[in-house]
Structure formats: structure tokens, C-alpha cells
């Protein structure tokens, strides 16, 4: 799945720039809003530009019901019932993506500018203090909208709102496990990226390579946090994989039947 993933990334080379692809998939399937930029970077885009980010906002938020639905049932996942999670969550997913949208909108147009000038005038030491809450914030914002994605897919809701306050329950019943999970990914989701932009990007060849590194690691954070919710509300009989059965499994005992 990541690799195909990957190659559909790929394909909008001539029409946007590598950040620009990633920070589609950043609020479609969640993860670290590590390539989402300021105001100012999306205005100097043509008018062509952001009409191809936002219909491609919309294919990822789109297969995000498909793919946590893969993930969360942990076994092979046709294509008919793979688009039909996507197609049924489609809705509720565009709705919560609309509110993402809308919060990270305030952090960086009020918020980070707000704290830039406040820290021109700061110490060093000051100056780490308050974008390390910037940080936090982001990394809050995050985890809230990655576990509301994961309850309006598994649990068929149709509330954006509904599925927020569902995921501040759940945070809140299992805050160590989750936060340390968050915070695992989000290191290794830092490393990597860190890697793909220096020095200069690195050779042209190794672009998709660390791209489908980015979009594994996202997927298995999305896995993660799938699986800490199953043991968090005791659903892993109806998500986890199914048992092996002959013959469509060949690793099945027959002699077991």
C-alpha cells in the first residue's frame, strides 16, 4: 500500500512541488503537519496550483477511509471494500479535515506570527521555550484529529464534531500509551524528513525513495494508534485479523478442521 501510495504521489510531479504533494497527505491521513506551510507560501501559488492541491486534499482524505480501514482490520483488503470505506467515510472525513484545516489556518496565521515577533524581543533560552510550545501545540492538534480520523472510520460515526469529542475521551483514558506513541513517530517523522531536505533534497533519484519512507512511517503510526484503540476500548475481535482458514489460506492445518 505504501509504494502504491507512493507512485500516486509521484505522478503530480509537474504539477506541484514536493512539499506541496506531502502536505495533501498530511492532513488527509494525519501524522506530523511537518509540510504544511504559512500563509504567505500558499498566496504566491497560481490560481492552477491551488485548484490541483485542493482537488488532490481531496483524494487523500478520500482514501484515508480505505487505508485506516486496512489497517485497522490487520488482513487482506479487497479493492471493492476498500473504496466502499472510502466512499462511506468520505463525508464525515472531509467535514473533519475541514476543521483541521481551519485550526492549523489560525496556528499559523495568528499564533506563529504572534510568537515571532514576541520573540524578538526574548533570549535565546526564551526563544527555544516558546516555539518548543509552538511545537506542542501542533503535536496536540495532531494526536486529537490522528484518534477522531480513527473513530469516524472504525465506528462508522458521522459527527466531525461528535468524533473529536470521542477522541478527547479517548486521549484522556489512555494519555501515557498514547503520547509516547505519538511522540516515538513524531522523532522518527522529524530524522526522516530531515534527511530528505538536506543537503538541497540530495540526488533527484532519492526523492521517491524517501517519500515512500515518509508515507511507511505514516502508516505504521496510523497502525499504531488503530491498534491502541482496539486494546483502549476492547474492539480487536472485530478489527483484528481473522483466523487462517483452508483453503484460502494455505497456511491453515486441514487436520484442524
Known amino acids: 500500500m505504501a509504494l502504491l501510495l507512493t507512485a500516486f504521489t509521484a505522478l503530480l510531479t509537474p504539477a506541484l512541488e514536493l512539499r506541496d504533494r506531502m502536505a495533501a497527505v498530511d492532513f488527509g491521513i494525519g501524522g506530523f503537519p ?3 506551510s504559512n500563509r504567505d507560501y500558499y498566496l504566491a501559488l497560481s490560481g492552477a496550483q491551488v485548484a490541483t492541491l485542493a482537488f488532490l486534499f481531496l483524494i487523500w482524505v478520500f482514501l484515508s477511509g480505505g487505508i485506516i480501514d486496512r489497517l485497522a482490520r490487520d488482513t487482506r483488503s479487497s479493492s471493492r471494500r476498500f473504496f466502499a470505506a472510502s466512499g462511506a467515510c468520505f463525508g464525515p472525513l472531509v467535514r473533519l479535515a475541514l476543521l ?6 489560525i496556528v499559523l496565521i495568528w499564533i506563529e506570527p504572534a510568537l515571532a515577533r514576541l520573540s524578538g524581543r526574548l533570549d535565546a533560552p526564551a526563544r527555544m521555550t ?25 465506528e462508522d460515526r458521522r459527527s466531525a464534531i461528535g ?51 515518509e508515507i511507511l512511517l505514516k502508516l505504521a503510526l496510523m497502525a499504531t494508534q488503530a491498534s491502541i484503540y482496539q486494546q483502549a476500548l476492547a474492539s480487536a475481535g472485530w478489527v483484528a485479523r481473522e483466523d487462517p482458514r483452508w483453503p484460502d489460506e494455505p497456511s491453515a492445518d486441514p487436520a484442524a478442521l
Open 34 to 36: 511537518f509540510n504544511i
Open 100 to 105: 483541521a484545516f481551519g485550526t492549523y489556518a
Open 130 to 154: 516558546l516555539f518548543g510550545a509552538l511545537a506542542l501545540l501542533l503535536f496536540l492538534i495532531a494526536l486529537l484529529f490522528d484518534y477522531a480520523r480513527l473513530r469516524i472510520v472504525i
Open 163 to 213: 468524533a473529536i469529542a470521542a477522541s478527547l475521551r479517548l486521549i484522556g483514558a489512555q494519555p501515557g500509551r498514547i503520547v509516547a506513541a505519538q511522540a516515538a513517530f513524531w522523532l522518527l517523522l522529524v530524522l526522516w524528513i530531515t534527511v530528505r531536505a538536506w543537503p538541497d533534497g540530495g540526488p533527484a533519484w532519492l526523492a521517491h525513495p524517501l517519500v515512500a519512507g
